[in-house]
Nanobody
């Protein structure tokens, strides 16, 4: 089994910054991609940012130039640096990881979610 543990959410004023972290542990041979998604009240979960094993990054248009995703491959940890936060960034942020286990079985797991609240 693979587990994800997220941290770093909280309350911040508009224009402020937060850094989210997500660490993967368990039966992992390789993690191909890690990313962050978010779900605001009454809305569907949406992609925020994703980074692949090779370092390719993809961002939602709404967070480009404000958020930065990075990854420590050796620690199986992904980070999301969020700057210039806006009230519309308020949501529960979920970490996601997809990869291969030691028996070469694919996995995809989600974290428990961390709440980010941006006040105006």
């Amino acid at each position: 089994q693979v587990q994800l543990v997220e941290s770093g959410g909280g309350l911040v004023q508009a224009g402020g910054s937060l850094r989210l972290s997500c660490a993967a542990s368990g039966s992992i041979l390789s993690i191909n991609a890690m990313g962050w998604y978010r779900q605001a009240p009454g809305k569907q979960r949406e992609l925020v940012a994703v980074i692949t094993l090779g370092g390719s990054k993809n961002y939602a248009n709404s967070v480009k130039d404000r958020f930065t995703i990075s990854r420590d491959k050796f620690k199986n940890t992904v980070y999301l640096q969020m700057n210039s936060l806006k009230p519309e960034d308020t949501a529960v942020y979920y970490c996601n990881a997809a990869g291969v286990g030691p028996t070469y079985r694919d996995f995809e797991v989600w974290g428990q979610g961390t709440l980010v609240t941006v006040s105006s």
